[in-house]
């Protein structure tokens, strides 16, 4: 199973709903709140045929950044960035994503995540 991570600053659920639509051949369940926690979010779709599972959660990276993870066996991108790059232009504001480098162990003081925002693409430090 493959999966995708991105992190939207100051989501809003409206545009990321959207963008999910437009991006899956079928969503069989919306984007709706769990209830489990405040902001918890869960929508399941299609890809070429297989089931894709969609969890935000919010506050993952501080106050300001949710995540949303992407996993099933077919994704409509190969990469975070790639990911990234077609939510920025959806929902119109800071998207955030790993580079693709750092493994489980590896220290993260000095990790750099693509940044991108109405700058342009750049590699940061988180903080």
């Avoid at 979010?41 to 969609?54: D, F, N, P, S």
Wanted: charged content about 30%; proline content about 5%; hydrophobic content about 35%.
């Amino acid at each position: 199973m493959s999966d995708l991570e991105i992190y939207v600053r100051d989501l809003k659920p409206g545009p990321l709903a959207s963008w999910l639509e437009a991006n899956f051949d079928h969503l069989d369940q919306p984007l709706t709140e769990t209830g489990a926690k405040a902001g918890l979010m869960k929508a399941e779709g299609r890809y070429l045929g297989h089931r894709v599972r969609i969890t935000v959660y919010p506050e993952a990276f501080g106050k300001r950044f949710s995540s949303v993870l992407l996993e099933g066996e077919k994704l409509p991108w190969q990469t975070d960035l790639d990911c990234a790059r077609s939510a920025w232009r959806a929902v119109e504001g800071e998207i955030r994503c790993s580079q693709g480098e750092w493994k489980e162990g590896d220290p993260v003081e000095e990790e750099k995540w693509w940044r991108l925002d109405d700058r342009g693409e750049q590699l940061v430090v988180w903080n």
